[in-house]
Structure formats: C-alpha cells, structure tokens
C-alpha cells in the first residue's frame, strides 16, 4: 500500500465509468446503492467511514469536520430503517468541507435541494421520516461497515477507493483499485472508439457504410 499513488488512482478512474469496471470485476459494487439525482460524469475519491449505531447522528458532524477536500463520505445508516440521516444541510456542510460525494446506505431526504445545490449523494432510497437530536448509543468515525445484499457481502473500509457515477456504485481497496487499473482504462478505450465511430455515423446517417465495413 505504501507504493500505491493514491492521488493518481483517483485521477486515472475519474475517466472511467462504473460500468466499464463492471464487466472487468464484481467485487465492491453496491447493488442498491444509486444517484439521488442524474450523474453526468464519475466522481472518485477516497472513503472516510461512518456508523451509526441508533438514530444519535452526532458522529456526522465530526466526520465532515475531520475529511480532507476530495474525500468520499460512506455512512452505514442500516440501523435507522426508513428514517434518512442525511438531508439538504448536511449537503450544504459537505459542500463547504469540498467533499467529492457521499453515500448512504440507507435513507436520504431533501432530494430535490441536494439536486439544486448538485453535490453528488447516493443512497438506496429517499424518506420523509428524518432522525432527530438524540442521546441514544453513538456512532462510530472510521469503524469498518459491513454492506449486504442478498448473498453479497462487501467490506468497506476508511482509505477504500469509492467510483460513483449514474449507472452505481463500487467500492474498491487501494490493491484492487490498482491492479484494475490497466484493464478498465484498455476496455473503456476501446469501447469509447466503438461508440464514437458509431455515433458519428448514427448522426451523419452513415451507419450503412458504416456496418457495411
């Protein structure tokens, strides 16, 4: 991991989309885990934990706080049920700290101020029931979130690589990240030339020429 440039791997994937890594490799996808909002382009970053353990969401504060500009925030909210612990000011917080995203598992609210105020959110779904101020047990910053879906379990952990964009989620180690690297920039090389050369002739009408080839 020392040798590992991580400004670099955040760089390298934010050119690459979620589903050129899904046809490399399905470890570290979040199946239910989507854009609040359309996202028009791939926001990478590295991941800082959070876990909440009842509906005292204090430890969020602390964790926008302590995040580096860039930094991905992933909270596991399971525990909450249909209640959503992140919402339009938390948005604007986040935005003041120059976070690059965050990602709830669990509940969000406040949907369409997060689309105006257009810092990337995911979560598997949008409330209108929200926590409040509580002195039930607290959350944990940094603890490791255990994610499942169906038989998938998926650890996700503080220094992971998150990659987001409108088609979902993964959630990469700084090893994984690496060794996919080569392969995801060579496929989604050769899939943008496909496409492009099909769209130029899709918009000229030369896709006779073109399929003629």
């Not at 470890?27 to 970053?45: E, M, Q, R």
């Not at 994610?147 to 990659?163: K, M, N, P, V, W």
Request: glycine share 8%; with cysteine.
């Amino acid at each position: 991991m020392d040798n590992i440039d991580i400004k670099m791997l955040v760089e390298s994937y934010k050119d690459i989309g979620t589903s050129t890594i899904g046809h490399l490799n399905e470890s570290g996808y979040l199946p239910d885990i989507k854009a609040l909002y359309p996202c028009t382009h791939t926001v990478v970053g590295k991941i800082v934990t959070v876990v909440l353990n009842s509906d005292n969401t204090k430890v969020i504060h602390q964790a926008l706080t302590q995040a580096q500009p860039n930094d991905v925030l992933c909270i596991d909210a399971q525990v909450l049920g249909n209640k959503a612990c992140w919402g339009a000011l938390r948005t604007c917080a986040a935005i003041y700290e120059k976070l690059a995203g965050v990602i709830v598992i669990g509940q969000a609210t406040d949907s369409l101020q997060i689309q105006q105020l257009g810092l990337p959110v995911f979560a598997q779904g949008v409330s209108s029931v929200t926590t409040f101020k509580s002195n039930a047990t607290e959350g944990v910053l940094g603890a490791d979130i255990r994610y499942r879906f169906g038989e998938q379990h998926t650890l996700i952990r503080s220094g992971d690589i998150a990659i987001m964009d409108n088609d979902g989620v993964f959630v990469l180690s700084l090893e994984v990240a690496q060794q996919l690297l080569p392969d995801c920039q060579s496929k989604h090389e050769q899939d943008e030339e496909k496409f492009q050369l099909f769209f130029d002739a899709y918009q000229n009408n030369q896709l006779d020429s073109l399929l003629k080839q």
